[in-house]
């Protein structure tokens, strides 16, 4: 059950890098999409996370599930925004294949369609 969800914000420029929220079990740290990549013990540790890496996270290798051919693809995320995330698909190494590349918009992403590479 969800607590408390509460944005975090850049100091010096107000840019959204994720969110702290409270839940049954404790804290956790969100990307600006919702896409829970940490936890921790308190509240400012949890918030000290989103700030060091909640930007940083999204430069990764991820994976999305291709609705048209029903499979998990690696991708690098291309925009992201709170509602909608923009990927393209890349090879296992993150990189750009011409014969396998897409670009997908994925409206409200969440862990049955989106998810950080292992």
């Given at each position: 059950?969800?607590?408390s969800?509460?944005?975090v ?5 107000g840019?959204?890098?994720g ?6 079990s404790?804290w956790?740290a969100?990307?600006?999409?919702g896409?829970s990549?940490?936890r ?6 949890v ?10 996270i ?5 994976q ?9 693809h ?7 925004a709170?509602n909608?995330v ?9 990189y750009?294949?011409p ?5 997908v918009?994925i ?12």
């Amino acid at each position: 059950m969800l607590v408390s969800k509460t944005p975090v914000n850049r100091a010096d420029d107000g840019e959204l890098l994720g969110f702290v929220v409270e839940d049954a079990s404790g804290w956790q740290a969100q990307t600006i999409f919702g896409y829970s990549f940490a936890r921790a013990e308190d509240r400012a540790s949890v918030e000290q996370v989103v700030r060091d890496q909640g930007l940083t996270i999204l430069g990764g290798l991820w994976q999305y599930f291709d609705e048209d051919d029903k499979t998990w693809h690696p991708c690098v995320i291309k925009e992201a925004a709170p509602n909608q995330v923009i990927i393209i698909r890349t090879n296992e190494m993150g990189y750009q294949d011409p014969d396998s590349y897409k670009y997908v918009v994925i409206k409200n992403p969440d862990e049955t369609r989106l998810i950080q590479a292992q």
